[in-house]
């Protein structure tokens, strides 16, 4: 996208066939030149939806990191990933000072919400009710009861529970 075109039209009003070409170019490299930009169109989407896949994962592993304390980034294994992403652009053909730019943007997105999940981490442990005094059951009565009935549990008080509930995220 360039400075001047900042606006995110609705996937709705995209016209596959616009352009600033239109009317000053001979109709066959027209529409040579639509059916090329139809295929870009085409990776454009894929890159997307492969953007959002790796973000995906990406914030599985800052979850992970978050529950160990481990920091956002990963000096070694970004270093590993530039070498082997400039290898690989290398042998595609593509630039590989461009590949590494692309790379280095995307590694500096992931740690910054690598930093955020971290932040929330903790923020949420801070809020977390701390006890330091075990916990007692309520006092049971040791009255007798009616034939047939069940004596009710304490507040609390759940068969096959270990403990106090353990969050569930991460």
Do not use: C
């Not at 903790?122 to 007692?136: F, G, K, V």
């Amino acid at each position: 996208m360039t400075e001047q075109n900042q606006t995110h039209p609705d996937a709705d009003s995209y016209d596959p066939q616009a352009s600033s070409l239109a009317g000053q170019v001979d109709p066959k490299v027209m529409a040579e030149l639509l059916s090329i930009r139809s295929s870009i169109d085409n990776i454009d989407a894929t890159l997307v939806f492969l953007l959002a896949e790796r973000f995906k994962a990406t914030q599985k592993v800052g979850f992970l990191k978050a529950a160990h304390k481990l920091p956002a980034g990963d000096p070694g294994r970004e270093t590993a990933q530039i070498a082997r992403l400039r290898r690989l652009a290398a042998e595609a053909h593509l630039d590989p000072a461009f590949a590494e730019k692309f790379l280095n943007f995307i590694i500096g997105e992931v740690i910054r919400h690598h930093e955020a999940i971290a932040e929330d981490h903790e923020a949420a442990l801070a809020a977390e009710p701390r006890t330091t005094e075990p916990r007692t059951a309520e006092p049971r009565t040791t009255e007798p009861l009616p034939a047939g009935s069940v004596r009710p549990q304490a507040a609390g008080d759940v068969p096959g529970a270990a403990g106090p509930a353990v969050s569930a995220t991460a």
